[in-house]
Nanobody, 121 residues
Framework: QVQLVESGGGLVQAGGSLRLSCATS????????MGWYRQAPGKQRELGAT???????NYKDSVNGRFTISRDNAKNTVYLQMNSLKPEDTAVYYC???????????????WGQGTQVTVSS
């Protein structure tokens, strides 16, 4: 079965940095756009950043200039480098991938379980 597993979350002081990783596993033919979304307590899930298979990126305005999304296609892994973290960045961060399982003829969206990021003031 295809799975997405996030890691790298934790506690950090304001102004600090964290690097999130999202590793995919299972039989996968190809991976299209991947992204990071976040959900704070009592809030709806929102876009953080996305990256296409070709490397084109898109960022939410509030993280633009502080966060950098990247991917390693050989490892089928996407990363989110988070710098200058603010308390407002505190949320559960979820990995998303649009991919084609090996046995499928079409693409399907998958979500990871999420990793907690807490930024203290």
């Amino acid at each position: 079965q295809v799975q997405l597993v996030e890691s790298g979350g934790g506690l950090v002081q304001a102004g600090g940095s964290l690097r999130l990783s999202c590793a995919t596993s299972g039989s996968i033919s190809s991976i299209g756009t991947m992204g990071w979304y976040r959900q704070a307590p009592g809030k709806q899930r929102e876009l953080g950043a996305t990256i296409t298979s070709g490397g084109s990126t898109n960022y939410k305005d509030s993280v633009n200039g502080r966060f950098t999304i990247s991917r390693d296609n050989a490892k089928n892994t996407v990363y989110l480098q988070m710098n200058s973290l603010k308390p407002e960045d505190t949320a559960v961060y979820y990995c998303n991938a649009n991919l084609r399982p090996a046995a499928y003829l079409w693409y399907v969206e998958y979500w990871g379980q999420g990793t907690q990021v807490t930024v203290s003031s």
